[in-house]
Nanobody, 113 residues
Framework: QLQASGGGLVQAGGSLRLSCVASGSIFSIGGMGWYRQAPGKQRELVAYIANDGTTNYADSVKGRFTISSVNAKKTVNLQMNSLKPEDTAVYYC?????????WGQGTQVTVSS
């Protein structure tokens, strides 16, 4: 399973760091990513990191967010800088664990103007 943490309330221009830890009986873990879903909108990919370290970002967060993985890829972090009100959403981590797509419980990020 995936456990996400680190959300909260921050003013525009501020920073937050999200973390997601995979636990349980893990035989294989693939790429890991962060998605977000704002009220009334579809869930969208924010950032993704592949097994080889290759990263991919949504255009809206490029240059502001950084994804990284540590601890033999059982942890994925999302450093979010220069936050904007439009970044407000519930953020979910996702990973391919034992060949199945797994989701964390979501963590709320609210950016005030």
């Amino acid at each position: 399973q995936l456990q996400a943490s680190g959300g909260g309330l921050v003013q525009a221009g501020g920073s937050l760091r999200l973390s997601c830890v995979a636990s349980g009986s893990i035989f294989s873990i693939g790429g890991m990513g962060w998605y977000r879903q704002a009220p009334g909108k579809q869930r969208e990919l924010v950032a993704y990191i592949a097994n080889d370290g290759t990263t991919n970002y949504a255009d809206s967060v490029k240059g502001r967010f950084t994804i990284s993985s540590v601890n033999a890829k059982k942890t994925v972090n999302l450093q979010m800088n220069s936050l904007k009100p439009e970044d407000t959403a519930v953020y979910y981590c996702n990973a391919q664990i034992n060949l199945l797509s797994s989701w964390g419980q979501g963590t709320q990020v609210t950016v005030s103007s």
